[in-house]
């Protein structure tokens, strides 16, 4: 997340935020990940918001990091799931090169400039270890907007996704739309699994 708006909204609304993505499972998407990792592989959650994602790879037995640019989302995610979270931008993480196993980048990329999301695919591959897994949920569209609450979503064609990734030095593994989302219908969101080269 690299919007000024965007994170101002998750910090004003983080506790409201916590309550309402307890209870959106991702738990059929962390399985099929976490079939493609070794026991303990390292994991780093790319906009881990309030750590629902992260609490759910810890009890997998997954040594997890989260990561978000609002303070009040990240202290949030630590208590709940018991994993450090790192208050810092995508696109400039503050890990070493080769540091994970596999990122995690669930309804996060949404919130990067289009122009941006090079650097931030960029960045996650540089902190990835070669071969190391790649997640990601995007939703399914044209262009990007700003909502009325003050976030920018991002939207991508599936193919376009795959190609954005693969220019950056991923190789997609599998890929699936999701079906639509209820909080704003007509749109869908879109997953793939990728490795880096």
Known sequence: MTDTQT????????SRYAVDTAKRSMAAAIDRFSALLRPGASVVDIGCGAGRDLKAFRQRGFNVVGLDVSAELA?????YSGCPVVIADMREMPFASASFDAAWAAASLLHVFHGHIPAALAEIGRVLKPGGHFF?????GEGQRREADGRLFTYFAPAEWIAVQERSGFSITESTGTGHDPETPGNQ??????KRA
């Open 7 to 14: 994170t101002q909204y998750y910090s004003r609304n983080a």
């Open 75 to 79: 202290s949030i995610a630590a208590e």
């Open 136 to 140: 990601s949920s995007v939703k399914q």
């Open 189 to 194: 969101w879109f997953n793939s699994i990728a």
